[in-house]
C-alpha cells in the first residue's frame, strides 16, 4: 500500500494564483516526520520543511505554508502569489521511527505556473 | 564541506554492461541510501546503510549491489545493466537528532541503458 499519496499529478496556475498541493499519508506509528521536497527543473531535490507528529501548527515561510492534519492524515502545501520560479514537481515524504530512517515518497506533484 | 557528492552526471549504457554510481558525503552521517526516480513513481529506496559494513535492501533492491567499506563512501553496482534500470539515481546520507531524521542529496546521476 502506498505510505504516501500525492493525488494530483500535475497542475497549471497563473502567475499570482495561490495552489495548494495535497498530501496524504498512511502510518501505524505515533511517532513520524513529514516532508516536503522541491525538484525544479534542473533536478537537484531541496528541502522545504519538516514536522514531527507531536506538532500539529501549521507554518508559514514567507510565500509558503503547511497544513497538517492529524485527524485527515494530510500534509498540505500552499503556495501564496505563485510565481515562475516556483514551478517544479514537489514531494511530499514520510519518515516512521519503527521503520529507521527509511523515506517514503509520494509520486510528486508538478507544477507549472503560467506568466 | 561537498555534501552528498555523485559521478558521474550521466552515464549510457549498453544492455550488459556493468558499472559503478559513486557517492560519497563529507558530513561524517552513519546513514547512507540509494534512490531511484522513474516518471510517475516518485522516488523508491534501492539499498540503505546503517554504518560501515552493514547494508540491507530497499523496496526494489533487484540488479543492484552495495558496499559500505568506510563512513564516506557508497558506491551502487550494476552488475549486468538493463533497460529497465535507465532511471535518475539519487544518493543520500543522513543524520538524525532527538529521532528526527533529515536527508541531504546528492545532484543525481541520470542513466541510461540501451
Known amino acids: 500500500a502506498q505510505k504516501v499519496t500525492q493525488a494530483q499529478t500535475e497542475i497549471s496556475v497563473v502567475e499570482k494564483e495561490d495552489v495548494t498541493l495535497d498530501c496524504v499519508y498512511e502510518?501505524?506509528?505515533?511517532?513520524?516526520?513529514l516532508f516536503w521536497y522541491k525538484q525544479p527543473p534542473s533536478g537537484e531535490l531541496v528541502f522545504l520543511i519538516r514536522?514531527?507528529?507531536?506538532?500539529?501548527q501549521n507554518e508559514i515561510s514567507g510565500r509558503y505554508s503547511w497544513n497538517f492534519q492529524k485527524s485527515t492524515s494530510s500534509f498540505n502545501f500552499t503556495i501564496t502569489a505563485s510565481q515562475v520560479v516556483d514551478s517544479a514537481v514537489y514531494f511530499c515524504a514520510l519518515s516512521e521511527v519503527t521503520t529507521g530512517n527509511q523515506f517514503y515518497f509520494g509520486t510528486g506533484t508538478s507544477l507549472t505556473v503560467i506568466p | 564541506n561537498a555534501g552528498v557528492t555523485q559521478t558521474p552526471k550521466f552515464q549510457v549504457l549498453k544492455t550488459g554492461q556493468s558499472m559503478t554510481l559513486q557517492c560519497a558525503q563529507d558530513m561524517n552521517h552513519e546513514y547512507m541510501s540509494w534512490y531511484r526516480q522513474d516518471p510517475g513513481m516518485g522516488l523508491r529506496l534501492i539499498h540503505y546503510s546503517v554504518g560501515a559494513g552493514i547494508t540491507d535492501q530497499g523496496e526494489v533492491p533487484n540488479g543492484y549491489n552495495v558496499s559500505r567499506s568506510t563512513t564516506e563512501d557508497f558506491p551502487l553496482r550494476l552488475l549486468s545493466a538493463a533497460p529497465s534500470q535507465t532511471s535518475v539515481y539519487f544518493c543520500a546520507s543522513s543524520y538524525s537528532t532527538g529521532g528526527a531524521w533529515e536527508q541531504f542529496f546528492g545532484p543525481g546521476t541520470r542513466l541510461t541503458v540501451l
Open positions: 502510518t501505524r506509528d505515533t511517532t513520524y516526520y
Open positions: 514536522r514531527n507528529s507531536f506538532d500539529e
